[in-house]
């Protein structure tokens, strides 16, 4: 029986975050429209974003949903 | 801390404060003492948490899924106690042809609505805790 397959989302928040002016969380936060703490959850990947959520980061830095998001198979 | 997590440690705390306040209460007037229960009417504040202020964001979609999952676990707790309660501690105390007090009909709502908020507070600050 094969073993139990998880599907994992990892992203690269941080790094864009620092590539757009070193953009804190909180700005980020401001302007895809949740709070802080979200962003904090989001990137140390313990909290997998909405499909609007994710959209909305991805317009903010201007590329696309799979440059900062993946997914990761941890079989 | 969040609106949310500021909600859920104000209604622990209101819950505590009735819980110490019938517990105090009980030796000098019996059962009367569940009138304190009373204080649970505090908990009406608790939107005031979620006031908003100028841009801060006030409740995100991880807060709204946070507060559905502790209000699941909260419902869940409160069903299996109650279920236990109706069907095996009343027949025992009041007897199988016995009458329920009509006071105790009355405390039970208040002590149903202290289980379910205090779990699903507690509930909601475990999530937060674990991010």
């Given at each position: 029986?094969?073993?139990?397959?998880?599907?994992?989302?990892?992203?690269?928040?941080?790094?864009?975050?620092?590539?757009?002016?070193?953009?804190?969380?909180?700005?980020?936060?401001?302007?895809?429209?949740?709070?802080?703490?979200?962003?904090?959850?989001?990137?140390?990947?313990?909290?997998?974003?909405?499909?609007i959520?994710?959209?909305?980061?991805?317009?903010?830095?201007?590329?696309r949903?799979?440059?900062i998001?993946?997914?990761?198979?941890?079989? | 801390?969040?609106?949310?997590?500021?909600?859920?440690?104000?209604?622990?705390?209101?819950?505590?404060?009735?819980?110490?306040?019938?517990?105090?209460?009980?030796?000098?007037?019996?059962?009367?003492?569940?009138?304190?229960?009373?204080?649970?009417?505090l908990?009406?504040?608790?939107?005031l948490?979620?006031?908003?202020?100028s841009?801060?964001?006030?409740?995100?979609?991880?807060?709204?899924?946070?507060?559905?999952?502790?209000?699941?676990?909260?419902?869940?707790?409160?069903w299996?106690?109650?279920?236990?309660?109706?069907?095996?501690?009343?027949?025992?105390?009041?007897?199988?042809?016995?009458?329920?007090?009509?006071?105790?009909?009355?405390?039970?709502?208040f002590?149903?609505?202290?289980?379910?908020?205090?779990?699903?507070?507690?509930?909601?600050?475990?999530?937060?805790?674990?991010?």
């Amino acid at each position: 029986m094969a073993g139990k397959d998880r599907t994992e989302l990892s992203n690269q928040i941080r790094r864009f975050r620092f590539e757009n002016n070193e953009m804190t969380q909180q700005a980020l936060a401001t302007q895809v429209g949740v709070s802080r703490q979200t962003i904090i959850a989001l990137e140390s990947g313990k909290y997998s974003p909405s499909l609007i959520l994710a959209l909305k980061i991805a317009k903010s830095f201007n590329v696309r949903v799979e440059d900062i998001f993946q997914l990761v198979d941890e079989s | 801390m969040t609106a949310t997590q500021k909600n859920a440690w104000f209604s622990l705390a209101v819950i505590l404060v009735s819980l110490i306040a019938v517990g105090c209460l009980y030796p000098f007037i019996g059962w009367k003492a569940n009138g304190a229960l009373g204080l649970c009417g505090l908990l009406g504040f608790g939107p005031l948490f979620y006031r908003k202020r100028s841009s801060e964001v006030v409740m995100d979609e991880r807060d709204l899924l946070i507060e559905k999952r502790a209000a699941l676990i909260g419902y869940s707790v409160f069903w299996v106690v109650y279920v236990l309660l109706a069907s095996f501690f009343a027949p025992m105390v009041f007897g199988k042809a016995g009458s329920i007090p009509v006071m105790v009909v009355q405390w039970s709502v208040f002590y149903a609505l202290i289980l379910f908020l205090g779990v699903k507070s507690l509930a909601t600050l475990v999530q937060y805790t674990k991010g």
